[in-house]
């Protein structure tokens, strides 16, 4: 034929599969052209890889309207593109290249080439089947799908589990400090977390079973795993003090260590940040992971301390981080995301005042940690403080009135965290998370529409 192969849709080429590129031909004049799709005789991957290659080719499509949108608010001219079979060539100031595989190689002209390399493993070449297996781009349709059978799910599995729980007697122990309100709590079922990560966990089985998935539903059983043993612990010794503080930590900082890696390992080392654009982190983004993970993981436990408020405060967090997913064609995001959205509104039914189940460090400890994975992997760690900003506050008023009271000897709140100092003041614990969770869903829709608004990063 006077060619030879490149890329590697086939191992050979043969009728009715063609990727050739003339060898004669210089970079720039790179075809890659499917002859008959249909006329493949199954010899090679080639249909498959020619889908995964056409779906990220229209993510990109996406991308490119997006971002001259961005650069017309600015005043700036559109970046003129020129598009060959699948292949999408970036020129701007006359500088473009291509992958030695004819995939276009990030260069100027592609200012958010990096994230989407980062997103795609080791680069746009390598952009895998199994990232789009199930659909090319995940819908909102999806999205509510899988949120809303994560949901009934629940509904109908808490009942048999609260069940369950009476007639062992696992229940809630309530800290002496505490209000005084709390007290008629004492032994309400505990354990609800265990469901919903059940939950999260079949639905990424069924759907998903991604690597980058993979690196979520860990941080996820891994802060169950340590939640479940200080609920254990608080049970068993019939007190609040649990596993201790320190320990918790630590093996906090040792999940936090083992996202981290995967992260890296997995190509999320780009995070964009405001005004700095995404650099490369390296294996700079592991201790970044993990001062994440655990302050999110115990901002969420202190949280956890009204009925229904980390539950009501976390459910609008992973709504907003699905529909950021959905905007960037991330589908074990969209599928975690939205079960774990879906999977809390259930608990939510029964956790809300007056509260007949609690999720307890299982499902605290869970949700902080996966809360950081799934916005690594979305380049989106600056998001975090105003994803949850509810978190923060709580954290920040515990801290002030500690650090008040050791300085000066006075409180600044009548208790801590913040939730703690309305309830002292007479409001209602129903009222109280409403107001809560009006706050959380600001932050979660100003963070949603941040990232639609700025476009791809700059």
Not at 9 to 25: E, F, M, T, Y
Not at 90 to 118: F, K
């Amino acid at each position: 034929m006077g060619a030879t192969p490149r890329g590697g849709l086939c191992r050979r080429p043969h009728d009715g599969c063609v990727d050739l590129v003339p060898a004669s031909h210089p970079a720039g004049d790179i075809v890659r052209r499917r002859r008959d799709p249909l006329a493949h005789d199954g010899r090679c991957g080639g249909r498959q890889r020619i889908r995964g290659l056409r779906g990220a080719d229209q993510g990109l499509q996406g991308r490119d309207r997006r971002q001259d949108r961005h650069r017309e608010r600015r005043g700036e001219r559109p970046l003129r593109r020129q598009r060959h079979g699948f292949v999408r060539r970036v020129h701007a100031g006359g500088s473009s290249a291509i992958h030695d595989d004819g995939h276009p190689q990030p260069t100027a002209g592609e200012p958010y080439a990096a994230l989407r390399r980062a997103a795609c493993g080791s680069g746009l070449a390598e952009c895998r089947a199994d990232h789009h297996r199930s659909v090319a781009h995940p819908t909102v349709t999806h999205e509510i799908v899988v949120l809303v059978v994560a949901f009934v799910a629940g509904l109908l599995l808490y009942p048999p589990l609260l069940s369950g729980l009476a007639r062992r007697h696992i229940g809630q122990r309530v800290a002496a400090y505490g209000p005084a309100t709390h007290r008629v709590k004492e032994g309400t079922a505990t354990f609800g977390g265990a469901l919903f990560c059940a939950l999260v966990l079949v639905a990424w089985l069924a759907l998903d079973r991604s690597r980058e998935g993979f690196i979520a539903i860990f941080a996820l059983l891994g802060g169950a795993a340590l939640g479940a043993l200080d609920d254990a612990v608080n049970i068993q010794s019939r007190s609040k003090l649990g596993f201790g503080g320190w320990n918790k930590i630590a093996v906090e900082v040792l999940v936090g260590l083992l996202v981290g890696v995967g992260l890296v390992v997995a190509g999320f080392t780009h995070q964009y940040f405001p005004g700095l654009g995404a650099p490369d982190l390296g294996w700079g983004v592991v201790p970044l992971t993990v001062i994440a993970l655990v302050a999110a993981s115990n901002a969420v436990n202190l949280t956890d301390g009204a009925d229904g408020l980390a539950a009501s405060c976390t459910a609008l967090v992973f709504f907003g981080i699905s529909v950021i997913a959905v905007g960037v064609h991330d589908l074990h995001v969209v599928i975690i995301a939205a079960a774990l959205t879906g999977s809390v509104a259930a608990f939510l039914v029964y956790n809300w005042f007056p509260a007949r189940l609690f999720m307890g460090d299982t499902g605290a400890l869970a949700l902080g940690s996966v809360m950081v994975a799934l916005s690594a992997e979305l380049h989106l760690l600056w998001a975090l403080p105003l994803l949850g900003i509810v978190f923060v506050i709580e954290t920040a008023s515990v801290i002030i009135n500690v650090g008040s009271i050791r300085r000066y000897g006075r409180r600044v709140f009548r208790a801590s965290p913040l939730h703690h100092h309305f309830e002292e003041l007479g409001l209602r614990e129903d009222r109280l998370v409403g107001v809560f969770a009006a706050v959380a869903a600001l932050g979660t829709g100003f963070t949603v529409l941040y990232a639609h608004l700025a476009g791809p990063p700059t």
